[in-house]
């Protein structure tokens, strides 16, 4: 037998052997191939470098066999979610199947959505994806704005019928046109527009214990005849107080968003030192908690509500910084952490 020929012999016993095996790494480390590659070093050098491409030739072929095996054994044992439950199956004991809890963020959009319900107020849904119209357009961001950039927005590379990118919605400002539209009748039958939407937002922020890329925020929206700015402080002032179950006092500071006129930062006294200075408010006693202002007028107009009849407050509040202050839990990527230890406490 001549080297090419035995090699050619090695090969087909080698591919006869892998169908049998169990494991079908185990053929890389035959006996044949090593002595096909012991071998070498004894040739005459003109035969050396043909004999060793041939050599090395069936190796490669023979992992990449082993190699897409074990792929297609992965695609081939897929999870059937629908597959009925075996109950002899033990479950992990970290995750007790009789008992489960309500996460605390849900539960605060509950407390929440109630004292803005007894107030009056309907509760709307925002979405997971939206588009740069409600995002930025409606909200009186002009296309190339540089506001935009404030929001770290992430983008689908999907685009919608205008080519633009989708995107996951940086706040629940998004939903302001959707709300005014849908109560404008009302509005016009002189019943005002008295809103709020509790939902998750997100952004590409770089993580820490302030910053999170998903998170919830809870928009509201008021409009009606006569409305004025003294109203919205007042509106605030009043859930926050019955939310920390304490007196609270409010300070407004001018600010800037495209979509209200005037805007303002409004902060609250810090319901944990009563202004005395803590960590909770990094000893300034004051806490600046959220966005609101006055509807600006385009905003009003891209829902077709006419600016000189009806004026109206609206505001963005963080949820998740909400309840870290009423709880005192200190980072809030323990929301999405999904850790039992920190879940339980509530
Ligand atoms: N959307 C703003 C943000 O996330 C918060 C905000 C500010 C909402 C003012 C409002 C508002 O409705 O009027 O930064």
Not at 74 to 83: K, S
Request: charged share 25%; aromatic share 10%.
């Amino acid at each position: 037998m001549n080297t090419s020929e035995r090699i050619a012999a090695a090969r087909i016993e080698l591919l006869n052997r892998y169908k049998s095996l169990d494991t079908k790494a185990d053929i890389l480390k035959a006996r044949e191939l090593k002595e096909l590659f012991s071998i070498i070093p004894s040739l005459e050098p003109h035969e050396r470098s043909a004999f060793g491409k041939e050599v090395n030739a069936l190796s490669v072929e023979l992992k990449r066999l082993v190699e897409a095996d074990s792929e297609s054994s992965e695609e081939l044992a897929p999870i059937d979610v629908t597959a009925p439950f075996d109950i002899n199956v033990r479950q992990p004991e970290f995750l007790p199947v009789t008992q489960g809890s309500i996460h605390p963020l849900m539960n605060e959009i509950a407390v929440l959505s109630d004292i803005f319900s007894r107030m009056g107020f309907v509760i709307e849904e925002s979405r997971e994806i939206d588009d740069q119209y409600h995002m930025f357009e409606t909200l009186n961001f002009p296309a190339g704005h540089p506001a935009r950039d404030d929001y770290d927005t992430f983008m689908t590379q999907e685009t919608d019928k205008d080519g633009h990118p989708l995107i996951a919605p940086a706040h629940t400002s998004t939903m302001q046109n959707r709300v005014l539209r849908k109560y404008k009748a009302n509005l016009l039958a002189g019943e005002p527009i008295a809103a709020v939407v509790p939902d998750r937002t997100f952004r590409n922020e770089d993580l820490d214990a302030r910053h999170e890329h998903t998170f919830y925020q809870l928009e509201g929206v008021y409009v009606g005849k006569g409305v004025h700015a003294g109203m919205l402080v007042a509106t605030l002032q009043s859930v926050l107080q019955e939310y920390y179950q304490k007196e609270l006092e409010v300070r407004v500071n001018p600010f800037y968003f495209p979509f209200t006129e005037p805007s303002f930062e409004f902060a609250l006294s810090c319901p944990f030192c009563s202004k005395e200075g803590c960590k909770v408010c990094s000893y300034e006693g004051w806490i600046e908690l959220l966005g609101c202002g006055m509807i600006h007028p385009n905003v009003l107009k891209a829902a077709e509500i006419d600016p000189a009849v009806y004026t109206g407050f609206a505001w963005g509040v963080g949820v998740d910084r909400l309840v870290m202050m009423k709880y005192g839990i200190e980072d809030v990527r323990h929301f999405e952490s999904a850790k039992l230890d920190f879940l339980r406490q509530f």
